[in-house]
């Protein structure tokens, strides 16, 4: 049978067992049918084969981003948000002239939405720590509309006085376990809301709707394709996020995924993580809930390899920049942060996850948990160990979610139950520069610690975690080899620095055991999925600081071109 498509002269770095290199390939009917040299391919060339001479270029194995918020990045995006992320805005000025743009083109009363803030990129608050955004700083600009504005990280949510106002949030509104309402000096709300308190927010917007998601969704998979990105795993759809983004994270967008993909505009082969509930909850909500999630997660009629229900989510605890991470010294400035799950005390809410780790894994679900701080990575790990003991189950590949600052101890049990992390270097590129202020300049070097997790035997996968940051793999690569910031462009934490091929792994084969799918994707071997990414020149002998501006010019998934700028 002749080939599909044949690739000729090029680095096809495989990523196999030997992350052995080759100079071609042969693509029949959406599988790898050779690799190899020109004699391996040519006698695959027909009539109707499509042969495209790389030229030197490289090609690599699809890009699987292993955390990543599809629906809701599409929805982050002009024309659905405000782009306030930087280098988009400076300062806080700069967001009010935003929204004041938008107030102009809205009609009255209807909600004005943005994304992508960071404290660490706005010159008032760099200028002086203390000063945070505040309801103030909008008002002046919209005082009849209302505005939601997401900060980059997703755990902050800034809004004005009209909104609070239609919300019925004031100095007496108590904030949801693990939430916080942030207050001035007299106890009035500034306008920052925290973790689970943005959900007073959400569960007050109009939902998205059906076509909202859709074109949320096209929108993702149009960027991912030119990115390069044939996999990713969206984590965490269900009705724990219902009240996220607008229903973005909730269980109908789910449906939609399912509608895309028999219409033949899947473009991305997509691994789901069902969110039983939001970012706080108790063990008995959360086991009430996940015990209704089984008509969510069947898959019916959809080929699981296109579109896969892998397991379930927890929230742990929250992020290092609102100090929600629950770590075992201070933060600067005092406060340690605590578990986000229910219950009055440490000890407490210790039990609470590991009663919902517990039932997760007995129920046979992967498990991925949001962890962050080193104290809360201790607790998810050995709650880990402890289900895994008393239930044992061969292969269940639970993982932690970021793992920022995970510990010889939790690496340790990681490693020798077969549980892995899901790390996220454009977020350490990102916020390398203002992590200092939180936790002092060893722990925000530390943040992130990909050599270490490696060398104690973890299977690390590494995800943008968009909307959060920008879904670009190739400054993903780049911050593993140079730990390089994103603002001052310094090292951060040059110990925790991988190799190329190491780098390479977290995005392609790594991520793939991490979706149960190593033996059919993830690599460029004969038999797997032609999932493919060619990057215009040679990325294993380019400088790494030129990595994130090499293009990427095909990107083939399941055997069909989805992107395509190369000439043959």
Not at 99 to 108: F, I, K, L, N, Q
Not at 377 to 387: K, M, R
Not at 420 to 435: H, L, R, S
Request: aromatic share 6%; with cysteine.
């Amino acid at each position: 049978m002749h080939a599909d498509l044949v690739f000729l002269g090029g680095r096809v770095v495989t990523v196999d067992a030997e992350f052995s290199v080759a100079s071609d390939l042969a693509v029949t009917g959406g599988i790898i049918s050779a690799v190899g040299g020109r004699d391996d391919v040519e006698p695959l060339i027909g009539p109707d084969t499509r042969v495209i001479h790389l030229r030197g270029a490289t090609l690599l194995p699809g890009i699987n981003d292993s955390h990543l918020h599809g629906c809701a990045f599409g929805m982050s995006t002009p024309p659905l948000s405000l782009d306030l992320g930087h280098p988009a805005v400076s300062s806080l000025a700069d967001v009010a002239e935003a929204v004041r743009e938008a107030v102009g083109r809205t009609p009255s009363g209807q909600w004005i939405t943005g994304h992508g803030w960071d404290t660490g990129y706005l010159e008032e608050c760099l200028a002086d720590p203390s000063r945070q955004p505040s309801r103030h700083d909008l008002d002046a600009v919209s005082p009849d509309h209302p505005v939601v504005l997401y900060s980059f990280s997703g755990h902050a949510t800034w809004v004005n006085s009209k909104a609070l106002e239609l919300i019925g949030i004031d100095r007496y509104t108590v904030a949801p376990p693990g939430g916080a309402i942030v207050g001035d000096e007299t106890g009035e709300p500034t306008g920052l809301l925290h973790e689970g308190a943005q959900e007073l927010i959400q569960n007050a917007l109009p939902p998205l709707s059906r076509q909202e998601r859709t074109d949320a969704i096209r929108s993702n998979l149009a960027t991912l394709a030119r990115l390069g990105v044939t996999s990713y795993t969206e984590p965490g759809l269900g009705p724990g996020g219902d009240g996220i983004m607008r229903g973005a994270l909730g269980a109908q967008t789910l449906d939609v995924y399912r509608r895309l993909l028999a219409d033949g505009e899947l473009t991305a082969r997509v691994g789901v993580l069902l969110l039983p509930t939001g970012m706080t909850s108790t063990a008995e909500e959360f086991a009430r809930t996940l015990d209704t999630l089984d008509t969510l997660g069947e898959q019916g009629d959809t080929d699981p390899r296109r579109l896969a229900i892998h397991g379930v989510k927890i929230f742990a605890d929250g992020i290092v920049p609102n100090k929600t991470a629950w770590m075992h010294e201070p933060y600067i400035g005092g406060g340690r942060g605590s578990l986000c799950v229910g219950g009055e005390t440490d000890d407490d809410r210790v039990a609470e996850i590991g009663a919902m780790i517990r039932h997760a894994h007995a129920a046979g679900h992967q498990l991925g948990v949001h962890v962050t701080g080193d104290r809360a990575g201790d607790t998810v790990a050995e709650a880990f160990a402890a289900a895994a003991a008393e239930h044992p189950r061969p292969d269940a590949r639970h993982y932690v979610i970021h793992g920022d600052f995970l510990t010889p101890h939790s690496m340790k049990l990681l490693a020798e139950h077969g549980f892995g992390a899901n790390m996220n270097p454009t977020i350490k590129w990102t916020v390398a520069d203002m992590e200092e202020d939180f936790v002092g300049a060893e722990r925000a070097a530390y943040a992130w610690p990909y050599r270490d997790a490696l060398d104690a035997g973890v299977r690390v996968a590494s995800g943008s975690d968009a909307p959060v940051t920008h879904p670009d793999w190739r400054q993903g690569v780049a911050t593993m080899v140079l730990r390089e910031s994103k603002a001052a462009g310094r090292v951060s934490g040059p110990e925790q620095r991988i190799g190329l091929a190491e780098a390479l792994r977290t995005y392609t084969i790594d991520a793939a055991w991490q979706d149960f799918a190593d033996d059919w994707k993830g690599s460029l071997e004969p038999g797997k999925v032609a999932d493919l990414c060619v990057l215009d020149g040679d990325l294993l002998t380019a400088d790494p600081h030129d990595i994130p501006d090499m293009p990427v010019v095909l990107t083939v998934m399941d055997g069909r071109v989805v992107h395509d700028t190369l000439r043959d």
